[in-house]
């Protein structure tokens, strides 16, 4: 299992009208590691991301995911119910706007025993025990368990979408800029939480982000894309600190120094 | 009745609507959607019932209608003379008696037997519909046996009020698979529809939807394992027959907060009346 | 106070049935109305019935319209009930509103054009000022009316359509749904959208329309053509392979043209709006078009943002004995479920006393 990769892209093409989307984009993810997908806005990151986690069908293309049994599934080619208990399982997806998956209107206990809650829990002081558990590794005090997401900040908010996609441990996370519009101290704290999460519970992730210093603090192996293809993979630190491609070449040097 | 079929609708809709029902008792709590005709009674009142009813009669049924429990409230008796009139079937009030028994909003109290049918009247068959009102979204979520919006219901509730508020309409899981709206019974009638001997059948007219639950078919109202299912009634005994089992209506009895508390079952009520229960208001007899 | 349990419901009912048909009545003294005058006398009235009644005959509905006092609602739902029990030949040939024999035809779009614009009986240019001479017999009314136009009318949306600017009709490719015999189910094709619209609430689909005017979804509509007049159902016998006329009907036909930008595949067109209405109808016509037009805005490209593009908001909620059945449905007993709300209010208030006087012991 362990030289398997966990999630593969093989010849995936997209295109909506005249624009690609998407050009031939191979792309491997292995257990454990996060991959960053990099590049500007209209580069096909973001497309990439939909494509690989089954929610948009590529025109190409096959995307691969190995199960815990070692079974390889055609992302695309699965019923949408199986595809959906992956999703609410194994997989999990963080969005950019926390509220694109909280129910806003539900208390943040509700909100983090949902999943728990999807796969069968029947024990309401279980999921109640679960939730304060995972409001703590997420740093959000335990007395606002019972409180709406409507009264909490946006990087509140954001650690409650992470902990109500953590909750039920899944081996893969797909996140679609997690800290996009929030102010830098923010971000910092956001991202180390992310970092010491990932890394306790060896969960695989592909981030897609355009700031490369989130990509840098982050990932173990990124890709660069540029107008629907990937222009360079690799080590992270190798690629920021000796960029092959001219893209990634500007890119890199495009950033002010952290 | 001249002019009209027996049961008032045609024989093609009927076949069309057994075909809904049959589908429907072939999966258990499944909303199988039927064209539902226009019938003399408003959209509301029970005409999706009433249509399952004229499909299922034949001429040796015995009818029994109830409204809130009751033989005797004006709904049932229009609904009761609606089918007199068209079908010509022997109507009834006791239960015992009863092959077909159309309801709004009850259970009867005497336990149902396999050779009878229950008819419920549905206003709105989706249980979901307060936490989704969009069709499109809730039938993914029932074909998906995706749940989890009234589970986090639940466990709102709880957390806001220390227990399950939902008093009516408490929302069953079927044969373990589909969630399904019980109609607007009262919560303490739920644990009849578990195991029921008698086929259910439920009718909803407006929404055009229509659903069963065969004969001894599991049903359970969902809850938490730490905080179970309870039927809620009042604490109290029937005024008239002393019961304490059957669930009670609260009658007004005068404006310094005077309460009488009787059977909502009237034919229940009168049973055990007829043999010999006595409740502490029993002695004053109801007028004919 | 001894309790008395309530009976005789039936005899209720019948006193009921009875007060009614007096009120309907009302003063003996009083000349009845007949079915030939409000056929003849509220024509509106009966148009409206037999739309949303979904059913063409101009005596039942006004019977109907004198059966319920004019309550349209009520007329209605005689009509839908009645409308049931009929037996099915099959379906008409679609009817051809460019052999309209033209009544009033008015476009919007253009100054002039073949056919002309044609007033016809309308209260457009009317001033309201109520008529106290009508309160009184009046005289038999002369008119200066030309003949119905049977000469060439194209159809305003086809004058366009000659151009290339208007958007094809897409052609008839299946059988059309039907609304009055098959449950509604999603996503609903524009067959199912336009029967739902034709006999839904006039207020309704009124409000809707003119929501898109301001803001709430809207294309940019033009008036491109109303007509009114009486055009001929035709139907193919199976015994005979071939189309017979079986009469005629009137009808107001109303094409809103609206802008479409185009998209990176199709060329910028008008996109169209459609209403079609029995009898004459123009305001529920015009109102039909534009909230078809809104409906569409998903297959368009559009942001659904808006009640009135909003399918199933539209469809669930346009017909109004459905709508009236649920709301007035309420004043049913509903004591039953009232009681254990009830109780469970009082149970959930004991609760929390207990729990304070506890927390005060505690102190």
Redesign the interface.
Same mark, same amino acid.
């Given at each position: 299992m362990s030289d398997a990769t966990l999630l593969s892209g093989r010849g995936l093409g997209l295109a909506f009208g005249s624009v690609t989307a998407l050009a031939d984009v191979d792309i491997d993810l292995w257990p454990g590691e996060m991959l960053a997908i990099v590049g500007e806005s209209g580069s096909g990151k973001t497309t990439l991301l939909n494509v690989l986690s089954g929610r948009v069908r590529p025109d190409r293309g096959v995307v691969s995911y190995r199960d815990p049994d070692d079974r390889l599934h055609d992302v695309h080619a699965m019923p949408?119910?199986a595809l @959906?208990a992956l999703h609410r399982s194994d997989w999990g997806f963080v969005h950019q706007d926390p509220r694109q998956n909280l129910?806003m209107g !539900?208390?943040a206990?509700?909100n983090v025993?949902?999943?728990l809650? $999807?796969q069968g829990s029947?024990?309401?002081?279980n999921?109640?025990a679960a939730a304060l558990d995972w409001l703590a590794q997420v740093e959000i005090d335990g007395s606002r368990?019972?409180d709406l997401p409507r009264t909490f900040s946006g990087g509140m908010q954001q650690r409650l979408q992470i902990a109500r996609t953590l909750v039920t441990h899944p081996r893969l996370v797909f996140m679609d800029e997690p800290t996009g519009g929030l102010d830098v101290s923010v971000q910092a704290r956001l991202l180390d939480l992310i970092r010491s999460l990932v890394a306790r519970l060896k969960i695989a992730v592909v981030l897609v982000t355009h700031d490369i210093a989130v990509a840098r603090l982050l990932a173990h192996r990124i890709a660069v894309m540029q107008r629907g293809h990937i222009v360079e993979t690799g080590l992270t630190d190798r690629v920021l600190d000796d960029p092959h491609h001219p893209y990634t070449q500007l890119l890199v040097s495009s950033v002010l120094s952290a | 009745m001249k002019g009209?079929n027996f049961a008032y609708l045609?024989e093609q809709t009927k076949r069309m609507i057994r075909r809904c029902v049959l589908k429907a008792v072939a999966i258990p709590g499944h909303q199988v959607?039927?064209?539902? @005709?226009?019938?003399?009674l408003?959209?509301?009142?029970g005409?999706g019932g009433i249509q399952v009813t004229a499909s299922i009669l034949g001429s040796g049924d015995t009818l029994k209608v109830i409204?809130?429990?009751a033989d005797?409230?004006?709904?049932?008796?229009?609904i009761r003379?609606f089918f007199a009139r068209t079908a010509g079937v022997r109507t009834t009030t006791a239960t015992a008696e009863a092959t077909v028994i159309q309801t709004?909003?009850?259970i009867p109290e005497r336990q149902l037997r396999e050779d009878q049918i229950i008819v419920y009247q549905v206003?709105q068959p989706e249980p979901l519909f307060r936490l989704e009102p969009?069709?499109?979204e809730t039938?993914r979520m029932h $074909?998906?046996?995706?749940?989890?919006l009234m589970?986090?219901k639940l466990?709102?509730d709880?957390?806001?009020?220390?227990?399950i508020?939902i008093?009516?309409?408490y929302p069953v899981m079927v044969n373990q698979r589909y969630l399904m709206s019980p109609s607007?019974?009262?919560?303490?009638d739920n644990p009849k529809m578990d195991m029921m001997p008698a086929l259910q059948l439920f009718g909803a007219g407006?929404e055009?939807?229509i659903y069963a639950i065969p004969p001894w078919t599991r049903v359970r109202s969902l809850?938490?394992?730490?905080?179970p299912f309870r039927a809620?009634?009042?604490p109290h005994a029937c005024?008239?027959c002393g019961s304490t089992h059957s669930?009670?209506?609260?009658?007004v009895?005068?404006d310094r907060g005077?309460r009488?508390f009787?059977c909502?079952d009237?034919d229940y009520c009168a049973e055990r009346r007829a043999a010999g229960h006595v409740g502490s208001?029993g002695m004053?007899e109801?007028?004919? | 106070?001894?309790?008395?349990? !309530?009976?005789?419901?039936?005899r209720?009912?019948d006193a009921a049935h009875a007060w009614l048909a007096e009120e309907r009545r009302g003063d003996p003294g009083v000349p009845e109305l007949s079915v030939t005058q409000i056929a003849a006398q509220l024509g509106r009235a009966v148009d409206r019935a037999m739309a949303e009644g979904s059913l063409y005959d101009r005596e039942l509905a006004a019977l109907a319209v004198k059966q319920t006092s004019g309550d349209l609602i009520e007329a209605v739902?005689l009509l @839908? $009930?009645y409308?049931?029990?009929l037996p099915r030949f099959g379906y008409s040939e679609p009817v051809d509103t460019t052999m309209m024999a033209i009544c009033r035809r008015v476009s919007a779009i253009f100054k002039d054009l073949p056919g002309g614009q044609v007033l016809g009986p309308t209260h457009d240019y009317t001033h309201r000022l109520l008529d106290f001479s009508l309160l009184g017999p009046s005289d038999a009314a002369t008119t200066s009316r030309a003949a119905p136009d049977d000469g060439v009318m194209p159809r305003v949306p086809d004058i366009l359509g000659q151009e290339g600017l208007m958007e094809s009709d897409g052609g008839a490719a299946d059988e059309p749904g039907d609304l009055?015999?098959?449950?509604? @189910?999603?996503?609903a094709g524009r067959d199912v959208r336009l029967q739902a619209l034709a006999r839904g609430d006039e207020g309704f689909v009124l409000g809707l329309g003119y929501s898109t005017q301001r803001g709430y979804g809207g294309a940019h509509p033009f008036a491109g053509e109303v007509r009114m007049g009486e055009v001929s159902v035709e139907f193919v016998p199976p015994e005979l392979g071939f189309a017979i006329d079986i009469g005629d009907i009137v009808l107001t036909e109303c094409q809103m043209v609206n802008q479409f930008k185009g998209s990176k595949t199709m060329p910028p067109q008008f996109t169209r709006g459609y209403g079609l209405v029995f009898g004459f109808s123009e305001r529920k016509a015009m109102a039909m078009a534009l909230v078809d037009r809104a409906m569409r805005a998903a297959e368009l490209g559009e942001d659904v943002t808006a009640p009135a593009q909003n399918v199933?908001f539209v469809l669930?909620h346009s017909d109004n004995?459905?709508a009236?059945?649920?709301?007035?449905?309420l004043k049913?007993?509903?004591?039953?479920?009232f +009681?254990?709300?009830? +109780?469970?209010v009082r149970?959930?208030r004991a609760?929390q006393e207990r729990m304070g006087q506890e927390k005060e012991a505690a102190e």
């Open positions: 949408a119910p @959906r129910r !539900v208390s206990g509700g025993g949902e999943r809650m $999807a029947r024990h309401y002081g999921i109640r368990i019972d | 009209y045609d959607p039927f064209g539902s @005709r226009e019938m003399p408003p959209y509301g009142w005409t409204d809130q429990g005797d409230t004006t709904n049932a008796v229009s003379r709004r909003h009850r206003p969009s069709r499109q039938l $074909a998906l046996a995706d749940y989890g589970h986090v466990y709102e709880i957390a806001r009020f220390g227990q508020s008093s009516y309409d607007p019974i009262p919560a303490f407006r055009k939807r809850d938490f394992e730490d905080h809620i009634n009042a005024g008239l669930y009670l209506d609260e009658v009895t005068d005077g009488l009787v909502s009237t208001d004053k109801a007028a004919e | 106070m001894a309790y008395v349990a !309530v009976k005789g419901g039936e209720a009912i739902f @839908r $009930a409308r049931t029990t009055t015999r098959e449950p509604l @189910r999603f996503p199933e669930y004995i459905e009236t059945g649920f709301v007035e449905h049913l007993p509903h004591y039953v479920d +009681q254990s709300e009830l +109780q469970n149970r959930l609760e």
